[in-house]
Every structure is written in structure tokens, then in C-alpha cells.
């Protein structure tokens, strides 16, 4: 296409040391329409400086009201290859752990039945498998099914799960965040195949407090790693990290949120019960520090980006919950929260944008949970109190 | 047509265990610590001794199945065929034998794609389609991603920062992907109101859904020319998109108005700090394609500035808290305006109400 129609703006970006989605786009253009036209509408946008993406138009795979993004280009004249580019939406496996073959196997498909353009990864977490044409999902969707993949969340489902690498390959893990990824994906195919809710429900797992995963941004429901009691020390290994230049008393203990901890030169005294879990100072000296022996998660609720109402931060739940097969607890909670948001919750209402309308008082008794001080930063500060209860003088 | 009785449905992903390479399988949850020996690459250790090495490299995440196909003759060499993705875009090669990591990473370096993006160090900038695939955008993703990482690679390849320095983008105010809580935020913003079809809009939107979806309450029904359409208060209009998201005869881009606002000091993890959303620092930068001069230059200045003045551990918000937010501003000499203050919900929560004035 390069010849007809020339992409300099793009070219300018093929330059440089960074990886090109440019050569990107250009490789898959090499046997493929879509991927060529792509180039071109990017380069009008260059332009003229805006996108040219219509969304609208219900598409899809038969039986599922999700995992296909719907996108029309608003120049389909100019660009008719593109006038239909829908994304498919793949479900990744816990953790993104891939064997070589499985991976070729969905480039093979995508090859066949759509742009050859993918992302590894969406924001959510699935494989995306970037533009093809309305005819072409249910073919790629059974030629996807018949190897082993099947399609994500989109629109107002649960969103698929993604969890971070847990104890496939972090000390730092505090559950096992795959296997409870897979079994709630599993548990939740429905919900997340059929849209159901009044929003998107995003369920997000990072094993420790470090939370590699963004859980505590962008997922709904996050479910967060850590312990109780104290946390294991090997002094010989605090002494080994002094030894070799770290400056203990300025660089942990001095960085420690709650100030718990002293360093007088041989020992390292930890007050545990001071101790916010932060992970700084486990963080700081892999090699002489571990997270404690209980080991679990705290469950928050209510995180998202700014639309509709403002972005949120995930608030405290359940301060801590022993996470093991079949994950009976945290079900019946999930459950509970799905079952009264999905009722009284407003279109495109998340359920932190529920919480917020309705009190976040009134949603704990509604699912059946205690009030707890873990879960605000302070108590309420106004004295303007709703009771619902009140006493009457005895008619006797 | 595919047989409907064959069709196979609601299988969910490939179960993780069999992408594991045996290592991992061996150690699974029993990993003592891990080293990162240099950039790029991590060293896991397990109780039994056993060693993991990880080599991370960036990528654009917009990937053709032919360069896939190449990242997989990688793993194919050097992993036994195992690798995995990292939440902000890295490759990671997962070896056994350290004798493999010197002639991957070059083979690596041949191919193109930088090792890095581990510890005290830039990693990977998480982002979102831009005008490759989304109908809201306000700005490109991958193209400034592009400018930008051309820019601060050598921040990506080495582990020089006081602490991890996370960079993320989205091209409009829905935000795939948490821009809202990192050090350096991208985020294309629209500025001017929906420019309502009220030829379309009755065919393709329901009216209570259009109205009920503003924010600010500035979308009302109308009457016009004998059809039931909207008009919208424009000085109500807070240009969020929501409208357009569920009514296609809204649509707001303007080419002239969108742009690229930069916020910073955010995080998530838990780590000393708590969590917490970025800030406002730079309202607006114009849409500069394709190398969007305005937008690679302010980041980098930022990312310099942090780099030079915090102490080690310090994240952007760490920093910026220690020396206060006047200083933030004569440091990198961005100006303050009426704009960084906040117009919202709970705005108030954000006004200084104490005089301790850092200077």
C-alpha cells in the first residue's frame, strides 16, 4: 500500500530504539488487508488529529452478549477493508504463562480470521485480538473454542479475572492468586459471557500488598495478599545487607510508614503489632525478610476509573480471609454483593458508585456484614445521623 | 456454519499448570528471594535451591502473529517453550540455565527489543487503543508511547532511579488500564461539548438513557423540527464522554480542542505510602502526531527533575509530598493555574486548610 498511499507520519515512528508498532502494523499489512488499510486510517488521523472509530451495533458470537467489541470505521469508502474491525476479546491464562504452542496456535486463527494485529494485553488482562469483520467471529470464536481459548468479558459483565504472577514465581505471595483466578473464572462463565448487571464487575488478585496487579485501581472487587503475626526474620541476612552498603536505619527503618522497627547496628526489632503490612522493608531486603506465617487477603470494594462519578479507590470489606479451594466464602460474599447490586444498582452504575449512593452502612447490613474499624480511614467526622430505629414512650 | 450441537461454549481460558515450565512446577509457592543480578533480569530462588531467571523485555503491545511468532522461536531456544506476559506489556522469558541468558539477551538486542523494566527503573508505559481502534479518543496511545519511550529507553535499561517510576496513558477520561494511580499519567482529554445529531440521535438512542447518562445533569429532552432529540447545558458540560459512550449521535471529538493533560505522584502499591490517585500537573498539551514534541518533552523534564532531587525509595508522590506542591511547581517550572484546582465532589477535601506552608 505504501506505494499508493503514503504513511510519512508513521514512517517517523518505524525510527528510533523503542519497539515499533509501526514495523508492527507493517509486518501484518505484508499478506493481510485489514492491517494495510489500518495504516492508512491511522495516518488520516495523524492528520487531521482525531479518531475515526464508530462504535454501535450490537456484534457478537452466538449465545454470548460479550467479548466483542464492536467498531465501525466512520471512512469506510475510503478504507472499505476496515469498515467493520471488531475486537475479540480472548480470555489469557491466570498469570499470562504461555507455552510457545498454544501461543502460535491463536496467531495461526488470528492469521486466518482477522487482522494478524493483536495486543498482548489488554487493560483488563485477555488476549486482543485486534479488528476482523462480522462474518469472520463465529468462525474464529470455534476455531478458538476448538483449541482451547474462549472469549472474555466486555460491557456490563463480569470482567475477566486477571490476577499477578503469585506463587508461580514470587516469595512474596500471600495466596495462591492463579488458582483462585482460574476457579472464579470457571465459577463466573455465565457472568461473564452474558450480560446481566448494571455495569462492568471487575475482580483483580495481587498476593501481597504490593499489589503488582493495580487491583486496588481498577478492580471492583480486589482481592489484596497479606498476613497476620510477625513477620519472619533472618538477622544474619539483615546483618549481610548492612555489611554490603544498605543503610538499614535510613532506608528501612526510617521509611517504615508505622516507624515499627529498630536497627541498632546487630538486630533488627520489629514491633509486629505496630505493623502496617506495608512490605517496605520486605521489599527492601528480600534475602533477610519474609511475610508472616498466616497468610491470606484482604478483600476491598469499589475501585474504579473517573467514569461516571469520579474515580475510586477500593475501600476495606473484609480485613482478612483465608483463601483455599473451593473459595466458599469468598463466593457466597461475591455473590451476595452481585445479587443486591444487580437489583437495586442503576445502568452504568459501578457497584463503588452504589456504595456511595446508598451508604456504605446500609450496603454491609444489606449483604450481611458487620461494620468493622478497618474499614474507614476515621469515623464519621458529621453529625448528621440517619437511625432507622428510635425509642417510644411505653403506651401502657 | 459450525454444527450447533458440536459447538463448544463458556470453557473458560487454558488452565495455567500446563504453560508452567518445570522449575516453576517444582518450586510452585516455595520460592525463598530473588536477586535482579542486572537490568532486565530477575534471579528467583527456591527452598530447595533450585534457580529461576527471568529476562524482561518491553514491547509495543500492538504485536503483528509475525513478530509473536519470533518472540516464540525465542522461548522455543533459550525456555523450553515457556514464557509469559507481564500487566504492563513485558515479554518475560523464563529460563533454567543462566548459561542462557547472555546469548537471549542478545539474540534479544538483534531482534530489536530492549531487556530492562525491573526494580529501581521505568518499566513498560501501560496504554490504551488511541486512534488505532477506539471511538472516543482524544489523542493517539501508541504514537506518544512510541515518542516517548524513544526518549527515556535508557530509563527502561537501567536501575539508576530512586525508586520504580510507573508511566501509563489513556486517551480519554474512561481510562482503560489505571492511569489514574501512577507516578506519570497520560491522559487525552476532550474540551469542547457533544455536538448532538438530532437528525440520528432518535433513531440509534433511547432518550431516558442518553439523559440519565450525564454526570452533571446538563443533557435535557427537546423537541426539534417534530422530533424528540436532547440539547445539553453547555456550561454544565464537563466533557466526560459518557453521553457519546451511550449514544453514538453525540459524538465529541474536536480536532481542534482535544489534547493531553499530565498528572503525577499516584501509585498502588501499599509500600510505605498508601495508595493514591495522581494529580494535576500540566491541564493541556496540544496533539502534536507524530512525535508530539510537547507531550515527550514535559514527561522527560518531569521524570529528570524527580530523578535528580528525590532520595532513594521516593516515588513521585513521596517526593512531591516531602517538598510540597509550591515547590513541585518552581522546580519544574510548570505554572499553577486555575485549572489545578478542583471543581468536583468533595473539592474542598483537596483546599490546604492549615498554614503549614512548605516554602
Redesign the interface.
Known sequence: MSDERPTP??D??ET???????R??K??A?GNAM?DQ?LG??EL??D?????????GVVGV???GAGVIG?YSDVPEQFPEVAQ?H?MRV??????????????KV??I??KHGS??????????DIIL??TKTDSL??AF?EL??N???LGGSGSVVRTP?C??G?????W?CF?T?ALT?DI??HY??EI?RPSLPYKFKIKSSGC??????????ADLSV?GTWRGAIEVDQAAVGAYAAAGLDVR??VCD???SKCMVWDGRALDIDNGAC?????CI??M??ALRPGKERGACILIGGK???????M?SSVLVPFMKLEPPYTELKELIGKILELWGDEG???ERVGEFIQRVGLGNFLEAIGLEPKPEMVRNPRENPYVFYEEYFEEDSK | MPDIAKRKTDIGPPHYEQFLPPVIKANYGKWKYHEIPRPGVLVHVGESGDRLYTVRAGSPRLLSVQTIREICDLADKYCGGYLRFTSRHNIEFLLSDPANVDPLVADLAAAGFPVGGIGNALSNIVHTQGWIHCHSAATDASGIVKALMDELIGRFTSTDLPGKLRVALACCVNMCGAVHCSDIAILGIHRRPPKVNHERLPKVCELPTVVASCPTAAIRPVRKDGKETVEVAEELCMFCGNCYTVCPAMPLNDALNDGVSIWVGGKVSNARSEPAFSKLAIPFLPNNPPRWPEVVGAVTKLVDVWAANARPYERMGEWIERIGWPRFFRLTGIEFTKQHIDDFRHAETTFRRSVHLKG
Open positions: 507520519k508513521l517517523e515512528l528510533g530504539p523503542w519497539p515499533s508498532f509501526v508492527e502494523m509486518r501484518a505484508e492491517a489500518l486510517v491511522l488521523s495523524y487531521d488529529r482525531v479518531g475515526h472509530w464508530k462504535h454501535g452466538r449465545g454470548y467498531r474491525f475486537t480470555n489469557h491464562p491466570a498469570g499470562w504463562f504461555y507455552k510457545t504452542d498454544a501461543l502460535r496467531c495461526d488470528w492469521e494478524g494485529l493483536t495486543n498482548l494485553h489488554g487493560a483488563t488482562g485486534l479488528g463465529e468462525p470455534a473454542t476448538e482451547g481459548f474462549d486477571s499477578c504472577v506463587p508461580a514465581r514470587c516469595e505471595a495462591d492463579l482460574y473464572t470457571r462463565q455465565d459471557h500488598p504490593n499489589d503488582c496487579v493495580a487491583a486496588i485501581a481498577r489484596i535510613a532506608d521509611r517504615c510508614p502496617a503490612r506495608c512490605m517496605h521489599n527492601a528480600p534475602k476509573a473517573p467514569i461516571v462519578s469520579g474515580a479507590l442503576k445502568n452504568r
